[in-house]
Structure formats: structure tokens, C-alpha cells
């Protein structure tokens, strides 16, 4: 039996650009969802800072709320205190208002299926929801 050395050459250059094209495949992918990431994180520092701004002119007017019925510097401590409770709060409970949060947001992220890796319909056609049933 004679080898046919073109044939196989063929083979192997096939080969080596299907492995390239995964290669350039996971890249785009990785860029995707690297790209949706670095989004969020900004979209979660804008929100941090938003919710920082509306607190800081809530305490600011709450103490002048207060500093109509008590000397302002009473008021203030009082707003401290409850600053103080808030940060403590989040403190003791940051697992479940930030960190699994934000890593959940991350895995759906990183594990989500991609279009290339869903199985195709045989037929081609997108699945409407409705069955048709011929009599």
C-alpha cells in the first residue's frame, strides 16, 4: 500500500488551522467576557459612588434636621453613630451584600454558554415554543 504523502500533508495543514481558528475563537471569547467584566466592576465603582454621594448629602441634611431641636454638635454625633452602625453592618455582612453578589455576576459571566458551543437544531430553524402536530 503506498501512502499518499499529499494527501496527509493536506491532513495536517487542515489540522493546524482548525487549532488556530479555536485559538482565535477562545481569544474572542476571552476578550467578550473580559470585556463584560472590566463593565461591570466600572458600572459597580459609578453605583459605590453614586450611593456614597446621596448618604453624604442625606447626613449632611439630617444633621441639620436634627440641629433644629438640638445643638448641631449632638446632631452630628448622632448622624456618626448611625453612619458608624451602617459601616459596621456592612462590615460584618459583606459576604452577602457585595462579595457573592459580585461573584455570582462573574461566574455567569466566565461560565455562560457561547453561541459557538450550543448545540445547532437540525433543521436549522429557531425553536418558535410551538408544537405543530400534522394528523
Known sequence: ??????????????????????????????????????????????LILLVFAVISFGCIALIFAIG???PMWASALIVVGLWLLIMVGAIVFRDR?????????ISSILFAESEDSK?????????????????
Open 119 to 135: 448545540p445547532a437544531d437540525s433543521t436549522g430553524l429557531a425553536p418558535t415554543g410551538k408544537e405543530v402536530h400534522d394528523e
Open 1 to 46: 500500500m503506498i501512502f499518499d504523502t499529499e494527501k496527509y500533508q493536506q491532513t495536517w495543514e487542515d489540522i493546524k488551522q482548525l487549532a488556530s481558528t479555536k485559538l482565535d475563537l477562545l481569544k474572542v471569547d476571552f476578550l467578550g467576557k473580559a470585556a463584560n467584566i472590566a463593565g461591570l466592576i466600572l458600572f459597580a465603582l459609578a
Open 97 to 105: 451584600l457585595f462579595f457573592n453578589p459580585m461573584l455570582a455576576a
Open 68 to 70: 433644629q431641636a438640638l
